[in-house]
């Protein structure tokens, strides 16, 4: 059953980042424009974010192993239909589907984990691997990306996923026993408003980047936005179900650990979205060079979410994830300095080497603290909130990026020195949200009360 679940998470991740390095590829082919390709991983991210929380709670009604299998299904025809695109609102159109089948098939693949692992040393263990395969799998997204991209296409990262995911659905039927469904009702207007809520903002930064912030439809989608959001909390406090329990934020740790992953993710997508396009537009590596380029954090990355568990034992689980917080803002602050004149080992190569260190060290005690004391009748929405942070930081990341990136252009410079500086810039504000994901988590978990976390549990 670990296997399964473990297999079909890393399919969802791997979606995510296996468009990164065939970014080029898929601009130059679909004719996307620049800010109109931060879509390609958005229209995904946002979908996916957004829905999380019903597809959790749905899975609680009407039985996770039942949702699995339906996500499964329909995140692996929208991946055929992604590998058919034909034009920019084809790919768009078929990422937001792909998003909608991660949202219903993520949440039940970490509540399954935690419903069939007790809590304790086993639960900790299997949990330690989930958040491992997020940051393993968006790193060997990375370089299998630039792989195909140059050698057959990128279009097949997408048609791999149809094999996959139906010997998923297979093993899933019979592998996997059913949960016992429980008597509610979908918020689907907490749904609503937080997704469309979520995009309008996302749409309303990005349309900065190109028009400036006084553009009536920069203006309109950032206030829309924030009323969305506003309305999601109301109605959230006030509904008899919701999809986003409140209470799951009176632990300290827990809501520590939300924070930390919207910023931890904010700022890593720089490193995924922006080192790929310097490497091919800066230095003239192909994609096939590019993907390899990225070894040195996958390598180093996979090394250490292997020996997550063994140091959680010796540090703790908050120490942990304070030290690779901190040695992934070392890396990222380092590689925001690349220019025209860097070279790939000085600039690129060994910062990557504390970027993969750090990833390793971070997103498995994230997933932990943020599933810390959750009761088991909150299990799928702690775990739909976990998943949400992951997309939708990503997503908020990338819109405040491109800002950076469009916001720093140098007059009169070459081509090729102004991308440069454009991407050491988006890397720099990276580097920032990093630091205030150690902030975060400094406050909020290593330095934690010891006391309010047992009257939360106690509370349970």
């Not at 299904?73 to 792909?98: D, E, K, N």
């Not at 907490?190 to 749409?203: D, I, K, R």
Request: proline share 4%; glycine share 14%; net charge positive.
């Amino acid at each position: 059953m670990l296997a399964i679940i473990l297999t079909s998470y890393l399919m969802i991740v791997l979606d995510i980042s296996i468009v990164i390095t065939a970014l080029p590829k898929i601009r130059e082919g679909l004719g996307f424009s620049v800010v109109g390709l931060s879509w390609v991983q958005n229209a995904y991210t946002l979908a996916f974010g957004g829905l999380l929380l019903l597809g959790a709670r749905a899975g609680d009604i009407l039985g996770r192993r039942a949702m699995f299998i339906a996500g499964l299904a329909l995140f692996t025809a929208a991946s055929m239909v992604i590998g058919l695109a034909a034009s920019p609102a084809w790919l768009i159109t078929a990422r937001a589907v792909q998003g909608v089948g991660a949202a219903i098939l993520a949440p039940s693949t970490l509540s399954l984990l935690t419903t069939n692992f007790p809590e304790g040393p086993e639960r900790t263990r299997a949990l330690g691997y989930y958040g491992a395969t997020a940051g393993i799998g968006a790193s060997v997204g990375l370089v299998l990306g630039g792989i195909l991209a140059d050698l057959i296409s990128w279009r097949v990262g997408f048609f791999l996923n149809l094999p996959i995911g139906l010997g998923l659905m297979w093993a899933a039927r019979r592998y996997i026993v059913e949960t016992r469904r429980r008597s509610g009702q979908l918020d689907l207007v907490g749904a609503v408003c937080s997704t469309l809520g979520m995009s309008a903002l996302v749409y309303g930064l990005v349309h900065a980047a190109s028009s400036g912030w006084r553009d009536p439809y920069t203006v309109a989608p950032l206030v829309g936005g924030i009323v969305l959001l506003a309305l999601f909390v109301l109605n959230e406090s006030r509904a008899g179900q919701p999809i986003l329990p409140l209470h799951l934020f009176a632990s300290r740790e827990r809501g520590g650990a939300y924070a930390g992953r919207l910023l931890f993710l904010g700022g890593m997508i720089g490193f995924w979205f922006y080192t790929t396009q310097f490497l091919q537009g800066v230095l003239g590596m192909r994609p096939l060079q590019a993907g390899m380029a990225f070894l040195p954090a996958t390598l180093v990355n996979f090394a250490v979410a292997l020996a997550v568990p063994g140091l959680t034992k010796r540090f703790g689980n908050g120490r942990l994830l304070a030290g690779g917080l901190f040695v992934s803002v070392i890396g990222m602050a380092w590689l925001g300095q690349v220019n025209a004149e860097t070279s790939y080992l000085a600039g690129v190569a060994l910062p990557m080497l504390l970027i993969g260190a750090g990833q390793g060290a971070t997103l498995s005690p994230l997933t932990v603290a943020g599933m810390a004391g959750v009761a088991p009748e909150d299990a799928g929405a702690a775990s739909g909130l976990v998943n949400v942070t992951h997309q939708l930081g990503g997503s908020l990341g990338l819109a405040v990026l491109v800002v950076v990136f469009a916001a720093a252009g140098t007059s009169g410079a070459e081509p090729s020195a102004e991308l440069a500086h454009r991407i050491g810039m988006a890397l720099t504000a990276g580097a920032i949200l990093l630091g205030l994901a150690l902030a975060v988590v400094w406050l909020c978990i290593v330095r934690r009360p010891e006391t309010q976390l047992i009257r939360v549990d106690e509370a349970h």
